[in-house]
């Protein structure tokens, strides 16, 4: 059964920084490109950041580029989202989710097979 847990959200003041985690379990890690999400009450779910299964291609969100990196350690299972110079508008649930096997990063949230429960960042002014 395939696991994927986030970690790290928080309350953070605006300019402040996170780390956000996901710890995989029940797949081969290295063969899924993943990708970070959020959804912001009374709006829909949307591409933050996305990884490919090496680690050498990322993309983000034009409203997050230059402030967040998106990496993976493929040893270790887990893909990690850092965020900087937070903003009010960047509060959301932030979720992890995972591509089918030996698929190529994608910024539609319906190309995701998998996916977290989501873990609340709060930034505030």
């Known amino acids: 059964q395939v696991q994927l847990v986030e970690s790290g959200g928080g309350l953070v003041q605006a300019g402040g920084s996170l780390t956000l985690s996901c710890a995989a379990s029940g797949l081969t890690f290295s063969w899924h490109a993943m990708g970070w999400f959020r959804q912001a009450p009374g709006k829909g779910r949307e591409f933050v950041a996305a990884?490919?299964?090496?680690?050498?291609?990322?993309h983000f969100a034009d409203s997050v580029k230059g402030r967040f990196t998106i990496s993976r350690d493929n040893a270790k299972d887990t893909v990690t989202l850092q965020m900087g110079s937070l903003r009010p508008e960047d509060t959301a649930v932030y979720y992890c989710?995972?591509?089918?096997?030996?698929?190529?990063?994608?910024?539609?949230?319906?190309?995701?097979?998998?996916w977290g429960q989501g873990t609340q960042v709060t930034v505030s002014s």
């Open positions: 990884i490919s299964t090496s680690g050498g291609t990322t």
């Open positions: 989710a995972a591509r089918g096997p030996y698929s190529a990063t994608s910024r539609d949230p319906r190309d995701y097979a998998y």
